[in-house]
């Protein structure tokens, strides 16, 4: 049974950072590429960052470039999502996503940035 466990989600002042973790585990990790996606209020889901099987190839969405960083641990079958200089607009759920010719999500985890 395929499961992405996300942590690290809170409430954040603007301008500050968190950490988002993912923990996969049922699948050949080192097979997927991963991907960090939102969803905020109202609005429709939004890929923030995407990281190769072997990390080689990483994307971000043009609102995060500069402020965030995805990289992944594929001996601890984890990915991160590394967010600083937190923004208001930046507020949602945000989704581990493993894809290969299946896809996989995790539950989601809430970050809230406010002031």
């Known amino acids: 049974q395929v499961q992405l466990v996300e942590s690290g989600g809170g409430l954040i002042q603007p301008g500050g950072s968190l950490r988002l973790s993912c923990a996969a585990s049922?699948?050949?990790?080192?097979?997927?590429?991963m991907r960090w996606y939102r969803r905020a209020p109202g609005k429709e889901r939004e890929l923030v960052a995407a990281?190769?099987?072997?990390?080689?190839?990483?994307n971000y969405a043009d609102s995060v470039k500069g402020r965030f960083t995805i990289f992944r641990d594929n001996a601890k079958n984890t990915v991160t999502l590394q967010m600083n200089s937190l923004e208001l607009e930046d507020t949602a759920v945000y989704y581990c996503?493993?894809?290969?010719?299946?896809?996989?999500w995790g539950q989601g985890t809430q970050v809230t940035v406010s002031s």
């Open positions: 996503n493993a894809a290969d010719v299946f896809s996989y």
């Open positions: 049922g699948l050949t990790f080192s097979s997927y590429a």
């Open positions: 990281i190769s099987s072997t990390g080689g190839t990483i």
